[in-house]
């Protein structure tokens, strides 16, 4: 069964720290997203990549940044952790003109206190 | 630009009641059109998809067409259960490489 793998499901850190969100495919696909969902907001698009080692800012980078060593796993960072960061992030990965539509994780629920 | 606009929730139905969940949208060219599923605690899931005009998506009794007259991709089951209540979300892609989501109705079927 195709997968994205989000490596943790819940996470509390503390302001200030510095927070890694692991995302790991095993479906080969190019391209690969994180997203925050808020209530009242839906999904809301941080940064986004096409192929290893390149990046996009998507809607909402700042406060983010993202690494893509490897095809199959795409890291979302969090620099310094503000309280406003806390939120239910969601990767999700897609083929080259994936029609088929997104892929996504279980999400991961960070805390910041 | 391209986005979503779908109806505002929250929505309660009683169980084997008719559910349609409206989604419009604005966008350039022939976008491909989706409906996605959130179930409590867990990410989002492909709930259906159309890809043309006119095109009709299914999935477990759902139903959805693409309307290109009307820019609709409303969501329709005849007859919803207890394990339906979930977020639902309407989304877009034009490219097949990003994906524009609405901001989700969230469904509770009571028994």
């Known amino acids: 069964d195709v997968k994205v793998t989000q490596s943790s499901r819940y996470l509390v850190k503390r302001t200030g720290e510095k927070v890694f969100l692991e995302c790991v495919q095993d479906?080969?696909?190019?391209?690969m997203f994180w997203y925050r969902q808020d209530p009242g907001l839906g999904l809301r698009l941080i940064y986004f990549?096409?192929?290893?080692?390149?990046?996009e800012k998507g809607d909402i980078p700042e406060g983010y940044s993202v690494s893509r060593e490897k095809k199959e796993r795409f890291s979302l960072i969090l620099e310094s952790a503000s309280t406003n960061q806390t939120s239910m992030y969601l990767c999700?990965?897609?083929?080259?003109?994936?029609?088929?539509?997104?892929?996504f994780g279980s999400g991961t629920r960070l805390t910041v206190v | 630009g391209d986005s979503v606009t779908q109806m505002e929730g929250p929505v309660t139905l009683s169980e084997e009641a008719f559910l349609t969940i409206n989604c419009t949208y604005t966008?350039?060219?022939?976008?491909?059109l989706f409906w996605y599923v959130q179930y409590p605690g867990e990410g989002l899931q492909l709930l259906l998809k159309?890809?043309?005009?006119?095109d009709k998506g299914s999935n477990k009794g759902f139903e959805a067409t693409y309307r290109k007259e009307t820019t609709s991709f409303h969501l329709e089951k005849g007859s919803v259960q207890v394990s339906d209540s979930a977020v639902y979300f309407c989304?877009?892609?034009?490219?097949?490489?990003?994906?524009?989501f609405g901001t989700g109705t969230s469904l509770t079927v009571i028994p």
């Open positions: 159309a890809t043309k005009a006119d």
């Open positions: 999700a990965s897609s083929p080259v003109q994936g029609v088929g539509g997104y892929t």
């Open positions: 990549s096409y192929d290893v080692k390149m990046k």
């Open positions: 966008a350039t060219g022939y976008p491909s």
């Open positions: 479906m080969d696909h190019e391209n």
């Open positions: 989304a877009l892609s034009n490219t097949g490489n990003q994906f524009y």
